[in-house]
């Protein structure tokens, strides 16, 4: 599909150029053709379920050998994520010369990958859209399959945002920037979000959209998903208000006993005053796959996967344009 309409969308421009250059000034060519080129590139501007698919099964193949912090697999899973981010053409971020943020954490060399899509009003104010591409590797003995694949958790969430870079860079409506990060060393308790953390001036960052384990249908139905902390801020709210008359719905967490909000790596934003939240749709209570090596990619729902990202996309669009901005959240 991508193939045939790009060059279609050429095309059109050349042809509607070529129409308008016999009764044009050329100021008004060149606003004709910026025109034109804004509606192609509005049009182009979907989650593509075929790249979704492509994402998630290489992120969860057998190949990244369980994304752990410091082996082969994890630089793999690494390359494959900076190759993306460079093929959108997502900036680097601050001081950063590429979009890996390296450290060190108990003796193990480590990297957030963060790319930057520069606001186009309001450069200054941060939108994070994030997920953790590390998971638990493999395990060191026994017989048949001993790679964690992570494919929900979480590559599902890195797709989200590989899915969300590429959409938002296509659709040019970001009058904010937007940080796409994906953080090492979450299993090893949000240590990659604690180190991205220290280095930012939180004042900065307007809103966090985390994407964990969202690939399978949740307990509150088809086209659903929840969302972490909803009372600690109105960004849920926000995202309530976006989706009505989309067919999809978001709901508060359902399982508040399990402290959600404080496992994932929108935390470590959270704590430090960002409305930062992590979206979901597992039924993470009854899910036999997690934290097993069963979570493979075969085992999710690829129509779940992308409709949660599409309903993030079009959830978060005023807060991405400028428009609404949450509340703060104050931990206890
Ligand atoms: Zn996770």
């Known amino acids: 599909m991508k193939k045939i309409l790009y060059p279609l969308a050429l095309v059109s421009v050349v042809f ?3 129409c308008k250059q016999t009764k044009s000034s050329n100021n008004q060519l060149t606003m004709n053709i910026e025109e034109v080129v804004e509606k192609n590139e509005n049009k182009e501007a979907v989650i593509d379920s075929v790249m979704v698919k492509k994402h998630l099964y290489t992120l969860a193949s057998d190949e990244m050998e369980g994304r752990k912090p410091g082996t082969e697999g994890m630089e ?3 390359q494959y994520i900076e190759n993306e981010y460079k093929r959108i053409g997502l900036k680097t971020f601050d001081t950063l010369t590429t979009y890996r943020q390296n450290f060190e954490y108990k003796g193990i060399k480590m990297s957030n990958i963060i790319g930057l899509l520069e606001g186009k009003s309001k450069k200054d104010e941060f939108i ?11 395990k060191e003995d026994g017989e048949g399959d001993r790679i964690f694949n ?7 969430g890195v797709t989200g945002v590989l899915s969300l870079a590429e959409y938002y860079a296509k659709k040019g409506v970001n009058e904010r920037s937007i940080l796409f990060v994906c953080f ?3 299993e090893m308790g949000l240590v990659g979000s604690e180190y991205f953390g220290k280095g930012i001036d939180a004042d900065k960052f307007v809103a966090g959209i985390n994407l964990e384990l969202i690939g399978k249908e949740p307990k509150t139905g088809p086209k659903t998903a929840w969302l972490t902390g909803f009372d600690k801020s109105d960004f849920g709210r926000i995202i309530q208000k976006n989706l009505e008359g989309s067919g ?15 496992r994932s790596d929108n935390a470590s934003l959270a704590r430090l005053g960002v409305p930062s939240h992590t979206f979901s749709t597992t039924p993470i ?7 097993k090596v069963t979570d493979e990619a075969e085992t999710l ?16 669009q005023s807060i991405i344009e400028g428009k609404d901005t949450p509340t703060r959240v104050k931990m206890e």
Do not use: C, W
């Not at 994070?128 to 493999?138: E, T």
């Not at 992570?150 to 599902?156: C, E, H, I, L």
């Not at 209570?285 to 934290?291: A, F, K, S």
């Open 184 to 186: 090492t060393a979450e």
């Open 285 to 291: 209570d009854i899910d036999t796959d997690y934290h």
């Open 248 to 262: 999809y719905q978001l709901f508060p967490d359902p399982y508040p006993k399990f402290q959600l909000f404080l």
């Open 76 to 78: 793999k899973a690494t």
């Open 150 to 156: 992570g494919a929900n958790d979480d590559a599902s």
């Open 301 to 316: 729902n690829m129509t779940v996967l992308t409709e949660t990202v599409k309903a993030v996309a079009r959830g978060t």
């Open 128 to 138: 994070i859209v994030s997920a953790h591409h590390d998971h638990l590797g493999m």
């Open 16 to 18: 509607l150029v070529s």
